[in-house]
């Protein structure tokens, strides 16, 4: 069974006390391009100052990393599209 079903993090609206982070593993993550967050900012922004209203100002991250843009040339050699159509 999956740990957020065992432990969720919100339970009946409030900071479910006995809910714990699972370490991080090591290795890459999945991060968006800054072009990719620019279009998800607004409704991140929402949703946050919603969770910092009802949870405090800890409670979401602040800085969100994004990945290097790939160049054309990596999505052509790897999905045989152009930039245009990747």
């Known amino acids: 069974m999956l740990v ?3 432990e ?3 339970v009946d609206e409030a ?3 006995a809910w714990y982070q699972v370490p991080p593993r090591a290795g890459a993550r999945f991060l968006l391009t800054a ?3 620019d ?3 607004g409704q991140l922004e929402v949703e946050n100052n919603y969770l910092r209203q009802r949870f405090g100002q800890t409670f979401c991250d602040r800085m969100l ?3 290097d843009e790939l160049p054309h040339r990596f999505l052509e050699e ?3 599209r ?3 159509e990747a």
Do not use: C, F, K, Q
Request: proline share 12%; aromatic share 0%; net charge positive.
């Open 4 to 6: 957020n079903a065992m």
């Open 8 to 10: 969720p993090r919100i």
């Open 15 to 17: 900071i479910n006390p």
């Open 35 to 37: 072009a990719e967050l």
């Open 39 to 41: 279009g998800l900012r």
């Open 65 to 67: 990393p994004v990945s």
């Open 78 to 80: 790897s999905t045989g």
């Open 82 to 84: 152009t930039g245009a």
